[in-house]
């Protein structure tokens, strides 16, 4: 079955900073892959999600790049502020009638110092 | 439109109870996904729910369990309880399409706790 590796654990930055996490899949039939924030005492939420059939995707200061052929992609969050601290997750889906199959990561918790 | 709901948000059990889990997705979507989180094993996938059928599942044993009613709504029953079952389980609906859509969205959890 698919399996989703997370880098790093634990990520340490100051406000302003850009933060990058990386996760790599086992899969080559994953073609779905969602990047989900969780803060404490709440489920994850969705931020952003990128398609086998697109290289990158931004929305404001989130970033998410594909590498098919390495099987890896990247979250990347740039001018980072303290509510971006959470843990994160990446998720990898072949798709189809498994989309309802998310396999995660390990997560990432994220700390953003004033 | 209101978000996943899960109920109840807390449970205490002992080992060898049995426990039901309740989702109510978002209205609209069709599917219903179940996970579980630990500190040790991160999120682990249950089942898939789609059209009151069971349409994925994961690698938990048969003491595991669910179903999906007419109206979207999901249950989750967990049998003869053992304490590595303590866990936050969590719910995900998302429109449940084949071959499209895909986006889960997760509801806040149950936190069990098996004593």
């Known amino acids: 079955g698919e399996n989703v590796e997370q880098h790093p654990s634990t990520l340490s930055v100051q406000e302003g900073d850009s933060a990058v996490i990386k996760c790599t899949y086992s899969d080559s039939a994953s073609n779905y892959f969602p990047w989900y924030k969780q803060e404490l005492g709440k489920g994850p939420q969705l931020i952003i999600d990128?398609?086998?059939?697109?290289g990158e995707k931004k929305d404001q200061r989130i970033a998410v790049t594909l590498n098919k052929t390495a099987k890896h992609f990247s979250l990347h969050i740039t001018e980072t502020q303290p509510e971006d601290s959470a843990v994160y997750f990446c998720?990898?889906?072949?798709?189809?009638?498994?989309?309802?199959?998310?396999?995660f990561g390990q997560g990432t918790i994220l700390t953003v110092h004033p | 439109k209101a978000g996943v709901t899960q109920t109840p948000r807390y449970l205490i059990k002992t080992r060898g109870q049995q426990v039901t889990l309740s989702c109510s997705p978002i209205s609209g979507h069709r599917s219903v996904s179940w996970y579980q989180q630990t500190p040790g094993q991160g999120l682990q996938f249950l089942f898939e729910y789609f059209s009151e059928t069971q349409r994925n599942k994961g690698n938990f044993p048969g003491r595991f369990s669910g179903r999906q009613f007419s109206n979207s709504r999901s249950e989750m029953n967990v049998s003869t309880l053992e304490l590595g079952d303590s866990a936050l389980y969590l719910c995900?609906?998302?429109?449940?399409?084949?071959?499209?859509?895909?986006?889960?969205?997760f509801g806040p959890g149950t936190r069990l706790t098996v004593l």
């Open positions: 990128i398609r086998s059939n697109v």
């Open positions: 995900a609906s998302s429109g449940g399409l084949a071959g499209g859509g895909g986006e889960q969205f």
């Open positions: 998720a990898a889906s072949s798709g189809g009638t498994s989309y309802g199959k998310l396999t």
